[in-house]
């Protein structure tokens, strides 16, 4: 199966298919969530994790195009050019490194990511981390967020501290495993009481 022919699933999908496939695969990614942002002391995050994902402008084009081999905002944003769910989302929901992007008042450049709080850098590791759980399904392997990441890297806009941070914890899951990584951020947020940081206080680099 081709990766054009994915986006078009959902149509072999009624709409109970649909609507209790999306929202088991919610459910499963927020226990998920859940899980990881507590192995880091992150409960507040675990426990409040992307409820916007329940308010209409978000769950009902989730359901429409949802397959379970692709994100429905993949789907909507391939057949309509755009995802208003998305929109809605990453603009409500501050793990999302795309929350912290602003203009630039420099000439040099455009738009810059502003540095992330610790505790959403942490959610946004177990956010990655479940999601592939929730849409590799049986394939998932621990080296898959930093696969999918990695794809990305060298264009999205984010803090240099911010993904130093990012990339060492998902290297760390790839090489030895998501417990290994979920230590890491929570000894990180241990030692600085989760304000600030820098790449350079946590002996960091960009990554290979």
Not at 21 to 50: N, S
Request: glycine share 6%.
């Amino acid at each position: 199966m081709t990766q054009e022919e994915k986006y078009y699933l959902y149509k072999d999908m009624n709409f109970a298919q649909r609507f209790f496939g999306h929202l088991g695969t919610v459910l499963k990614h927020k226990r998920y969530v859940r899980r990881a942002c507590f192995k880091m002391g992150l409960y507040r995050q675990g426990i409040f994790h992307d409820l916007s994902k329940f308010s209409p402008t978000e769950f009902i084009p989730s359901v429409k195009y949802y397959s379970g081999r692709l994100s429905p905002n993949a789907v909507d944003r391939k057949i309509n050019g755009a995802s208003l769910a998305w929109l809605h989302h990453k603009g409500r929901n501050k793990h999302h490194f795309e929350y912290w992007i602003d203009y630039s008042s420099s000439s040099d450049e455009y738009a810059f990511g502003c540095k992330m709080p610790l505790r959403f850098v942490g959610e946004m590791i177990a956010d990655r981390y479940a999601a592939c759980v929730a849409y590799n399904k049986d394939e998932y392997t621990k080296a898959d967020a930093w696969n999918y990441y990695s794809r990305a890297r060298d264009v999205i806009i984010m803090h240099e501290d911010t993904k130093a941070v990012l990339e060492k914890a998902l290297t760390t899951m790839a090489d030895e495993g998501e417990e290994a990584a979920f230590k890491y951020m929570k000894d990180i947020l241990k030692k600085t009481k989760g304000t600030d940081y820098s790449k350079e206080s946590l002996g960091l680099k960009e990554e290979a």
